[in-house]
Antibody, heavy 118, light 105 residues
């Protein structure tokens, strides 16, 4: 069974860098051909795709966040990561990691709340 | 940029009734559309992909239809557990979701 689990600091100050990691089990990141994505959701609002990374390292980012986002992957350790620089209160959200099967998301982590506050 | 618009924003129905949720795209997206169900405090769950294919383990009362620019998610006989927010999602150069429809049973 495929499982994903997000981890990282839950509280940041404005201008700091957000760093999250997603641990993957049940799906080989070295042999399976999937993209791995980050999606966020501010409280009470809808879903916003942040970006995705392929096992080989190819990335695609949401154009609205591209200048601040970097994703990386360590397929041998079955995890991938998100960094977002210069965070503001507008980046406060639940951050989900998900397996990108072709274009849709078939497995999701439970989510990690990130709060940006001074 | 492809934009998805869902309607209605909120739908209130009774158990046993049929729910019809709509998702419209501003450009032809062929059948590259997925539907998700999200309950409070949970991650979204994939219901439908390629507009009409049920994901693994999804009950048959959930069905999807449409192609091009107009898509529909139908729940044939509502159960109380179907109360949730439903999102559509498309594939394009970058991935985007509709704004969601809240279904209240």
């Amino acid at each position: 069974q495929v499982q994903l689990q997000e981890s990282g600091p839950g509280l940041l100050k404005p201008s700091q860098t957000l760093s999250l990691t997603c641990a993957v089990s049940g799906s080989s990141m070295t042999t399976d051909s999937y993209y791995w994505s980050w999606i966020r959701q501010p409280a009470g609002k809808g879903l916003e795709w942040v970006g995705r990374i392929f096992s080989g390292g190819n990335t695609n980012y949401n154009p609205s966040l591209r200048s601040r986002v970097t994703m990386s992957i360590d397929a041998s350790k079955s995890h991938f990561s998100l960094e977002m620089t210069s965070v503001t209160a507008a980046d406060t959200a639940i951050y989900f990691c998900a397996r990108n099967n072709y274009y849709f998301f078939d497995y999701w982590g439970p989510g990690s709340l990130v709060t940006v506050s001074s | 940029e492809i934009v998805l618009t869902q309607s209605p924003d909120t739908l209130s129905l009774s158990p046993g009734e049929r729910a019809t949720l709509s998702c419209g795209a501003n450009q032809d997206i062929r059948n590259y559309l997925a539907w998700y169900q999200q309950k409070p405090g949970q991650a979204p769950r994939l219901l439908i992909y390629d507009a009409s294919i049920r994901a693994t383990g999804i009950p048959a009362r959930f069905s999807g239809s449409g192609s091009g620019t107009d898509f529909t998610l139908t729940i044939s006989s509502l159960e109380s557990e179907d109360s949730a927010v439903y999102y559509c999602q498309q594939r394009s150069n970058f991935i985007a979701f509709g704004q969601g429809t809240r279904l209240e049973i």
